[in-house]
T-cell receptor, first 116, second 113 residues
Framework: GAVVSQHPSRVICKSGTSVKIECRSL??????MFWYRQFPKKSLMLMAT?????????EQGVEKDKFLINHASLTLSTLTVTSAHPEDSSFYIC????????????FGEGSRLTVL | AQSVTQPDIHITVSEGASLELRCNYS??????LFWYVQSPGQGLQLLLK??????LVQGIKGFEAEFKRSQSSFNLRKPSVHWSDAAEYFC???????????FGKGTMLLVSP
């Protein structure tokens, strides 16, 4: 099946720094990608919908200035956590929609962010 | 608004025994329903989905699920569980084929020897 890759899989950073997480669709083009956040023992919370070539659509309560999303190409979306704080520590998962195929969503492996 | 309830946070099943994971949804129209599995530290893998047609859907890894409109349920089943099935399972609902998914809180499956 189609592959979505996230990088890095784990990252540890100091409080106040910024961290970028990449989400790539390796063998299909994705005009739409989604970013989720998963808290321990909790479900996945949709943070934003990333559309290639346009601004991301953020869910209510998600700070767009803190979680910067860029979708500059049909195979790459990035999530930048700016001025990270310990409460931003979480598991971030992206998914990409295979527009050329069935429109099915494929999920990345996730990125574990730990802010010290 | 659509929502998903997975009433069981944890379930322990003996290897070789049958499994049923419960999922109830709330949605006004015909829902699009999904089951995903997540291994520790990993992303999500689609097990199966229901869009329309036969209410009993077959998925990968020997899983199946049955859509019951009258009960607003989409329970996941497997006749014989393997140790490698231990993971977290998420039920999800969408308003159309691949629109935004709403996930349940997940059920952690533990498999005992």
């Amino acid at each position: 099946g189609a592959v979505v890759s996230q990088h890095p899989s784990r990252v540890i950073c100091k409080s106040g720094t910024s961290v970028k997480i990449e989400c790539r669709s390796l063998d299909f083009q994705a005009t739409t990608m989604f970013w989720y956040r998963q808290f321990p023992k909790k479900s996945l919370m949709l943070m934003a919908t990333s559309n290639e070539g346009s601004k991301a659509t953020y869910e209510q309560g998600v700070e767009k200035d803190k979680f910067l999303i860029n979708h500059a190409s049909l195979t790459l979306s990035t999530l930048t956590v700016t001025s990270a704080h310990p409460e931003d520590s979480s598991f971030y998962i992206c998914s990409a929609r295979n527009q050329g195929g069935t429109g099915e969503l494929f999920f990345g492996e996730g990125s574990r962010l730990t802010v010290l | 608004a659509q929502s998903v309830t997975q009433p069981d946070i944890h379930i322990t099943v003996s290897e070789g025994a049958s499994l049923e994971l419960r999922c109830n949804y709330s949605y006004g129209a015909t829902p699009y329903l999904f089951w995903y599995v997540q291994s520790p530290g990993q992303g999500l893998q689609l097990l199966l989905k229901y869009f329309s047609g036969d209410t009993l859907v077959q998925g990968i890894k020997g899983f199946e699920a049955e859509f019951k409109r009258s009960q607003s349920s989409f329970n996941l089943r497997k006749p014989s569980v393997h140790w490698s099935d231990a993971a977290e399972y998420f039920c999800a609902v969408a308003s159309s084929g691949y629109s935004t998914l709403t996930f349940g809180k997940g059920t952690m499956l533990l498999v005992s020897p």
